[in-house]
T-cell receptor, first 115, second 114 residues
């Protein structure tokens, strides 16, 4: 049962344009969402997060939007750069008990930025 | 600070064997989590250790086990290996204070079971 879904396995965008990566979740107990970026032969690195009390969080070229009623979040990258080519994972977590955090990840979307 | 170190980087094992993977967290980090990455499945949570105690567990069979030492280093063991255990195993460390402590991942151990 995939609680976090990234339905697009891959996405190709021209350099300078906007990249939009999408993520859907099914568990209404999730209240914290993150995006990770992964280059080949490296571990994922944290990119940006959003709490369910917000509907938008921005960090430089990266913006995450959360639509709780649709159980949908998206990551916008503007403008897209060649170095953004990587696999992007969406992740979600529910209540944190005594500091324990368990992330549920999506399958990932491979983003390719074309010059 | 040095990052999360996982050893070995690559492993090839035969069905039925057992394997131990190692993870050294970032200095000062007391929480270590393990994830399995397979194509099409994303990253799936195995377990989390904090101060030598398993604090959280995913939905994996008992063949998957782990432990954490007093220096926060962690090992993961898989017994009676199956072909389906072939995957990238990622370790992540954090200070262990929930959302105030982002996960820092290592580069993973690529396990191939033949």
């Amino acid at each position: 049962d995939q609680q976090v879904k990234q339905n697009s396995p891959s996405l190709s965008v021209q350099e300078g344009r906007i990249s939009i990566l999408n993520c859907d979740y099914t568990n209404s107990m999730f209240d914290y969402f993150l995006w990770y970026k992964k280059y080949p032969a490296e571990g994922p690195t944290f990119l940006i997060s959003i709490s369910s009390i917000k509907d938008k969080n921005e960090d430089g070229r990266f913006t995450v939007f959360l639509n709780k009623s649709a159980k949908h979040l998206s990551l916008h990258i503007v403008p897209s750069q060649p170095g953004d080519s990587a696999v992007y994972f969406c992740a979600a977590s529910g209540a944190v008990i005594q500091g324990a955090q368990k992330l549920v990840f999506g399958q990932g979307t491979r983003l390719t930025i074309n010059p | 600070k040095a990052g999360v170190t996982q050893t070995p980087r690559y492993l090839i094992k035969t069905r039925g064997q057992q394997v131990t993977l190692s993870c050294s967290p970032i200095s000062g980090h007391r929480s270590v989590s393990w994830y399995q990455q397979t194509p099409g499945q994303g990253l799936q949570f195995l377990f989390e250790y904090f101060s030598e105690t398993q604090r959280n567990k995913g939905n994996f069979p008992g063949r998957f086990s782990g432990r954490q030492f007093s220096n926060s280093r962690s090992e993961m063991n898989v017994s009676t290996l199956e072909l389906g255990d072939s995957a990238l195993y990622l370790c992540a460390s954090s200070e262990g204070q929930g959302r105030l402590s982002p996960l820092h991942f290592g580069n993973g151990t690529r396990l191939t079971v033949t």
